[in-house]
């Protein structure tokens, strides 16, 4: 999430009452969880064995629970409790805002879109031309929608990302401030769900089509032409290149890449990044010849068994 207008580093710890290293007229330019930083983003890490990635990250200014010099480049502000802090910030810089109306007036929809009735349309939304916004869709907060996009009944675009941190007692919520863009002549089936980035953009490409019952988890990336079958689930902060193809009940594993073209099999399993223009079957997956082989050897092992006890 971009800060406009920017803060410094001393007004930010200030909003925290908190201490902090590096010069106070430091630029922070956006809010970003770690997976999504760049350069001038704040982020936070809490935990010791995630200090190196979120210091060596191109985040410019961390939040961090134990006192140190600030690397070359970088600030940092200490707290006790970075994740409350973190979120924080969150609210103060991007608030819940209740609508109004089921199409808030702030909304900008394109020439020849077509919404259908009991749609709701948060604000700051846009959408282009020549889209379809079947009945009952749900469109969030600050989304994008591009034009000759088709979205099916009961679809929920925009909905919070599934981020807490386990207390001792129960789940902190982390507040989303990001939201989705969904590129040009893309489709979503109906009553799947795209959540918002946690503080950046969920995406999906253009020519990206969607059937129903599909989850897609936050900060994803989701490139062109891509065909994703029924009950498909993907968590969160996952690249997926142009072309791929993911048929029916397919689980993608969170922070993973899927390479350009590639092709996974229904009910496969996907818990670790997979080479592009190759076929995968499985879980967890292999190419899909090489599976079928062992489902072949697998199913001769009673006779081998039998051969070898007798």
Request: net charge neutral; hydrophobic share 40%.
């Amino acid at each position: 999430m971009e800060l406009t207008p920017h803060k410094t580093l001393r007004e930010i710890a200030g909003y925290m009452n908190a201490e902090y290293d590096g010069n106070p007229d430091f630029k922070i330019t956006g809010i970003n969880e770690i997976h999504r930083v760049e350069k001038g983003d704040i982020t936070f890490v809490d935990h010791p064995k995630y200090y190196r990635k979120a210091l060596q990250s191109a985040a410019s200014t961390i939040i961090i629970n134990k006192k140190m010099a600030s690397p070359n480049g970088k600030a940092l502000i200490f707290s006790d409790d970075p994740f409350r802090d973190f979120v924080l910030l969150i609210q103060k810089f991007s608030p819940f805002r209740p609508s109004e109306a089921m199409i808030s007036p702030t909304a900008k929809i394109g020439q020849n879109t077509v919404v259908q009735p009991g749609v709701f349309i948060g604000n700051n939304v846009l959408i282009g031309d020549n889209c379809v916004i079947h009945a009952n869709v749900t469109i969030n907060d600050h989304c994008v929608i591009g034009n000759n996009v088709i979205i099916h009944s009961g679809a929920v675009i925009g909905a919070d990302a599934f981020y807490f941190k386990r207390r001792p007692s129960h789940y902190d919520k982390l507040e989303s401030c990001g939201h989705v863009e969904i590129g040009d002549h893309a489709e979503i089936g109906a009553n799947t769900t795209i959540d918002r980035g946690v503080s950046g953009i969920t995406t999906i490409g253009e020519g990206t089509k969607l059937d129903n019952l599909i989850q897609i988890g936050h900060d994803t990336i989701i490139g062109k032409n891509c065909l994703f079958a029924a009950q498909v689930g993907v968590a969160g902060c996952v690249n997926i290149e142009d072309d791929v193809i993911l048929w029916g009940q397919v689980g993608v594993q969170k922070d993973l890449t899927i390479g350009k073209g590639a092709v996974v099999l229904g009910q496969s399993g996907i818990a670790k990044s997979l080479e592009g223009d190759k076929t995968y079957f499985g879980s967890p997956v292999l190419e899909a010849k090489e599976k079928m082989k062992e489902l072949a050897l697998m199913k001769r092992l009673p006779a081998i068994v039998e051969k070898l006890s007798s």
